[in-house]
Nanobody, 124 residues
C-alpha cells in the first residue's frame, strides 16, 4: 500500500525554522519525482519545491527560493523540506506528493499520490 506521511509542522515565530518530513512506504522514493505543495483556505495548492527522480536536481517556487531546501534520504525513503527565515505568509497546510516529473517552479506533473498534510503556522 502506497503511503506518504508528513510530519514536523507546528507554530513558529517569524524568522524561525522548521523541518518537514515526508516518509514514503509501498514504493521506492528515488524512482519518482517528489515535492511539496502548500495550501491556505480559499486558494489553490501552490507548488513549493520538487526534487527529481534519481538525481539531486531541485526546483523551487520564487517565493521560497533561498529560504527553503528540499532533500531526500534514500536509506530512510524520506524527503525533507527545511524551512528557514519563515514569514507569516508561509502559513499553510504543507503536502508532499509524488509524480512522474518536476515542473520548473517547484510543482510536479502527473501527480500520483498525496500525503495528508501538516500545518505550518508562522505567527508572533
Amino acid at each position: 500500500q502506497v503511503q506518504l506521511v508528513e510530519s514536523g509542522g507546528g507554530l513558529v515565530q517569524p524568522g524561525g525554522s522548521l523541518r518537514l518530513s515526508c516518509a514514503a512506504s509501498g514504493f521506492t522514493l528515488d524512482a519518482y519525482a517528489i515535492g511539496w505543495y502548500r495550501q491556505v483556505p480559499g486558494k489553490e495548492r501552490e507548488g513549493v519545491s520538487c526534487i527529481k527522480s534519481r538525481t539531486p536536481s531541485t526546483t523551487y517556487a520564487d517565493s521560497v527560493k533561498g529560504r527553503f531546501t528540499i532533500s531526500r534520504d534514500n536509506a530512510k525513503n524520506t524527503v525533507y523540506l527545511q524551512l528557514n527565515s519563515l514569514k507569516p505568509e508561509d502559513t499553510a497546510v504543507y503536502y508532499c506528493a509524488t509524480a512522474s516529473q518536476c515542473s520548473d517552479y517547484g510543482g510536479l506533473r502527473a501527480i500520483l499520490y498525496w500525503g495528508q498534510g501538516t500545518q505550518v503556522t508562522v505567527s508572533s
